[in-house]
């Protein structure tokens, strides 16, 4: 019998700013991984030991661990990690999370399956504001909203779609899942592939957040064009049964048409409408028109 061929490399790429407390139990996770894989970890110029505590690993394993250091969005960050990674799959976890043990075989099954996949992220903490459902957004009868904190792809199709839009603030990760459905590509769920995600400490970070997650959704809309019709209106207003979903939802609005109203010259249609209205009139007199909000 033939020996069985070499499993594919998998890239995994973290981008993490102010981290420190995080870090090691993080890479501790993904040091005992299946193999092979490497890490690339992408610091956004922390303020606290995160690069010292980053670089202190790749000492002690060369093999496995680059550093590099990058200002700028989530999206800078993880596409700078992508641009050097030699894996035939990028797999993304963010800084304040850690991965199952299984993390990565769970991945690479998946993966001969579907150009992308999302994983089963389990929030951890005492906080019981860490439990509220993401608010779901589909697109050709998947789920785009699975988060980069637990999410592959293969490294063709990520760098085909020209990775994550650095533009955005936070939803990043769902227009680069949109990009991908509309491209062709199926999104696959395994709940086998676990991440650990730490529940944010206060309240008020909860809110923050949750301010510029809305914030973020308002950039897609203007990218994407209306996307109210994708939503799941009855399932999202079943999931808002406690104060603290609704203070959720309150905040997430209020990042919204914060959006709405600063957003001005940084609009992120105003390339779109341009290039529509140079699109010359159509054979019936028409024009084309730029999307809704």
């Known amino acids: 019998m033939g020996s069985e061929p070499p499993l594919p490399l998998i890239s995994v790429v973290i981008t993490v700013k102010n981290e420190e407390p995080h870090l090691p139990q993080l890479l501790d996770s993904l040091l005992v991984q299946e193999a092979p894989f490497e890490v690339i970890v992408v610091d956004a110029v922390s303020r606290d030991r995160t690069l010292e505590v980053a670089q202190e690993y790749a000492r002690r394993r060369p093999d496995l661990v680059r550093v590099l250091e990058r200002s700028g969005s989530r999206g800078v960050g993880r596409n700078v990690g992508v641009a050097v990674a030699h894996g035939t799959w990028v797999a993304f976890i963010d800084g304040d999370c850690f991965a199952d043990s299984q993390w990565l075989a769970a991945m690479r099954r998946a993966l001969r399956q579907s150009p992308v996949v999302a994983g089963r992220t389990v929030v951890v903490g005492k906080s019981n504001y860490g439990q509220l459902e993401r608010v779901e957004l589909f697109e050709s009868g998947y789920d785009v909203t699975f988060p980069s904190c637990n999410l592959a792809y293969h490294r063709s199709l990520f760098q085909r779609l020209g990775g994550f839009d650095t533009r955005f603030v936070t939803a990043e990760d769902i227009d680069l899942n949109l990009r991908a459905v509309e491209a062709g590509a199926s999104i696959r769920y395994e709940p086998q592939a676990v991440v650990y995600h730490h529940v944010r400490t206060t309240f008020i970070r909860f809110l923050y957040q949750a301010f510029w997650n809305g914030y973020?959704?308002?950039?897609?809309?203007?990218?994407?064009?209306?996307?109210?019709?994708?939503?799941?209106?009855?399932?999202?207003?079943?999931?808002?049964?406690?104060?603290?979903a609704w203070a959720r939802l309150t905040a997430a609005m209020t990042g919204y048409f914060f959006r709405v109203f600063t957003g001005g010259g940084r609009r992120l249609d105003l390339e779109r409408r341009v290039t529509e209205r140079m699109v010359p009139a159509t054979d019936d007199g028409g024009q084309a028109g730029p999307n809704g909000d």
């Open 216 to 244: 973020g959704r308002k950039q897609l809309t203007e990218k994407q064009g209306n996307l109210w019709g994708r939503y799941r209106y009855r399932r999202l207003l079943r999931g808002q049964r406690s104060g603290i």
